[in-house]
Each structure stands twice: as C-alpha cells, then as structure tokens.
C-alpha cells in the first residue's frame, strides 16, 4: 500500500543522489510563482520547503487520482524500485532540525475531525518519516483548537497562530498546519550605526507612487550580483554565516515591475536566480524588518495543479473507504531581517575607493529567497513596508 507513496517521500526528503532524478528546480520556481502571485498589495512570505513536506504528508496516505496528481504536479521519479526507497528511508531522510542552520524553526502536521479513523498503518509510518502525529480535535472547541494546535505550534517555532485558528468550524474534515520562523546572522554583518532612515517607494493603481521613510541598512564591500534578461530584474546575494545559506534579492529594474517579474519565473531554475558576478565596492542598502504572514495555500496550489485533495481527495490510505476532503492548508512564516550582528568599528582599507562604489539600493517592491544549493526554505514577496 506504501510503496509507491514511500517512494515519493524517500524522493522530496532525502540526500542529493536522488534529487537529482526529480526537476525539483522548476517544480520550486513554479510553486513560487503561484504563491507570490497571490497579491499585488500585501506582502506575501511562505516557505516552499514546508510546503512540500504538508503535501508530502498528505500524500501518505493518498491514493488513486489524488496521488497521481500529486505525484504528476511535484515532477516525482518513477525509477526507483519499492525495495530501494525502503532502504533510503532507513538509511538518508534529512530530518529538519533547529539546529541545522541555527535559527531555523519549523512545524509540520496534519489534523482531523474528532472521531476520525485514521489507518494504523499510516499512523506508524507518518510517526516515523515526520517526527510527528496525526492529531485529532475537534474544530468546534476553541480550547481544543487552541490546545491541540495553537500550543503546539506555539512551542516549535514561537509562532502565534491563534486568529487564523479560531476560523476553523466543526465543518473542518482535515486540515494541514503549517509555521516556520527564521532570523539568521548575515557573514558580513551591517553596522547597527549605519541604519538610517530611507525611502521605499510603493506602485499605487493611480500610476503613482507611495513613498514612506522605512529603517534601511547599508553595507559595503563584495557581493554577488547581475541582471537576468528574462525577469528585467537585478539579482543579489547576500550570504549568511552558515556557509550553505544565503539570501537572493529580485528586485526588478521597473520600481513597479515585481508582478511581471514573478509571472516570467517559469522554466527558470534555482541556479539560473542565483546571482555569477562578483563586484567589488558594492554598497547594498537594505530594508529592516520583521514580518509574519498567515496564507490560505488551497487556491495557490490548486492553480499549481493540486486540486483533488480539496475537492474529490481519495486519501483512503490514512482514513480507509470514507470520504474526506482536506479542507485547507495554512501556514504562517516569519523571518527577521536586522544588521545580524555589531562589530566596533569598520576596517574601511577593505572596502576600497568611496567614489568608485556600486550602490543597490532596495527601495521599491522586491522578491527575496532563503535558500541553500538545492532548496528554497523562505520565498517572499515585499509590496510595502513601514505603516
């Protein structure tokens, strides 16, 4: 009953042998697009990552026209023998830990109505590959709500998702919670005294623009960076102390570009975002802020292709012959972005000739992405900042 979908999970969650028999690039952009497409207003931030690993664990116990699609949209390998996947279960899944990058925090489950039948054999195998249970509450008991889900998540990632939790009905039949919080250290910290008030400028319907004074960090010294032709949007990256992790800055060449630019990411690759030229005497100048976002993904991923789980879902494989749908996924992300650390004083002989500095200056709506060599952990799009 499990093979086919142990193969799926072996697949999205294991080492880089078999991530290379899957387009997990162009699957991740295009799941960007989708998301990031959902407001030209709001700020939208999610996390690709915890994305995946919720479809994962629904997809479980799916079976039928609802695995196939899954299976389909996500790109997965047929290749792999039963026997196989078996063994890099045991052997390679990469458990998200906190520790991994330092100031990652992430959590992940599926709930259900109270007196659900969830399969044993789905229970067990969902334990094992997740770390976690399937929890069952009751949808109409704010307490039970706030008990079973708003507490738990509460105390894995210090994410607060009580309002979008009392939204939940006892009409609810399954839902998938999701919340992630990030506030890395950068390589090259900003200097704290160098913080200063800027400009973002925000495209109004009018044709005009909104301009509001928002805390802008500045450094200056080396940096990956260049145009990509296709977005007519400027790539930055900026590396954070873990040498694997680092953050990419999309910020079109049109300040009221950012919505084209997210429509033209699709056949584009992670690598083909990721900035090749070195400049010397770069001066970045950043904006500061924190942000949590709570997303309603049902609609952004039905557009992405997966639409059977919320509306005819055959996911006979956790609940047996009775039929449930997956009423919503919902997730929240936070992420923190400061000047990461305070050093005494600049050594200024690094950084060369003042009057010959390349100065990007992020001042109007962008795109940014947490991501090491093969993942995108946080995607966000910034429409406004400051009040």
């Avoid at 690598?271 to 309603?296: A, E, H, M, Q, Y």
Wanted: charged content about 25%.
């Amino acid at each position: 009953m499990f093979g086919k979908q142990l193969a799926v999970l072996a697949i999205v969650l294991i080492g880089s042998s078999v991530f290379q028999l899957i387009a997990a690039d162009i699957v991740t952009t295009s799941l960007i697009k989708s998301v990031l497409s959902g407001s030209d207003t709001e700020n939208v931030i999610f996390s690709p990552y915890l994305v995946k690993e919720s479809l994962m664990q629904l997809y479980l116990g799916a079976e039928g026209n609802t695995s196939d699609e899954i299976e389909e949209t996500l790109q997965l390998s047929k290749d792999l023998s039963k026997d196989n996947i078996i063994n890099i279960i045991i052997h390679n899944i990469v458990k998200f830990k906190r520790e991994r990058y330092g100031t990652f925090e992430k959590a992940s489950r599926t709930y259900v109505a109270k007196n659900t039948l969830v399969d044993l054999r789905y229970s067990q195998k969902y334990e094992e590959l997740f770390n976690t249970s399937v929890a069952e509450v009751n949808f109409g008991s704010s307490i039970n709500k706030k008990f079973k889900i708003s507490d738990w998540i509460m105390d894995k990632t210090s994410v607060k998702l009580t309002k979008a939790i009392n939204e939940l009905t006892n009409e609810t039949q399954i839902i998938q919670i999701g919340a992630m919080s990030f506030h890395g250290k950068w390589k090259e910290p900003f200097q704290v005294s160098d913080t200063k008030l800027a400009s973002f400028y925000i495209p109004q319907k009018t044709g005009d623009f909104y301009t509001t004074k928002i805390s802008t960090m500045s450094r200056l010294g080396q940096c990956q960076y260049n145009f990509i032709e296709k977005l007519k949007a400027y790539s930055i990256e900026i590396p954070y102390a873990h040498p694997q992790l680092s953050m990419i800055i999309l910020q079109p060449k049109a300040m009221d570009g950012v919505h084209q630019m997210i429509q033209n990411l699709n056949d584009l690759t992670l690598n083909d975002l990721v900035p090749k030229d070195v400049v010397s005497n770069f001066r970045i100048l950043l904006p500061k802020f924190k942000i949590g976002i709570t997303l309603k993904l049902k609609e952004a991923l039905k557009n992405f292709g997966i639409k059977d789980l919320f509306e005819n879902a055959n996911l006979s494989g956790m609940t047996g012959p009775t039929k449930y749908l997956v009423n919503e996924i919902l997730h929240k992300v936070q992420i923190e972005l400061d000047e990461g650390a305070q050093k005494d004083k600049i050594d200024m002989a690094d950084f060369g000739s003042i009057s010959k500095q390349f100065i990007a200056a992020v001042n109007h709506p962008f795109v940014f992405l947490v991501k090491d060599k093969k993942t995108v952990y946080i995607a966000g799009r910034i429409n406004k900042l400051g009040k």
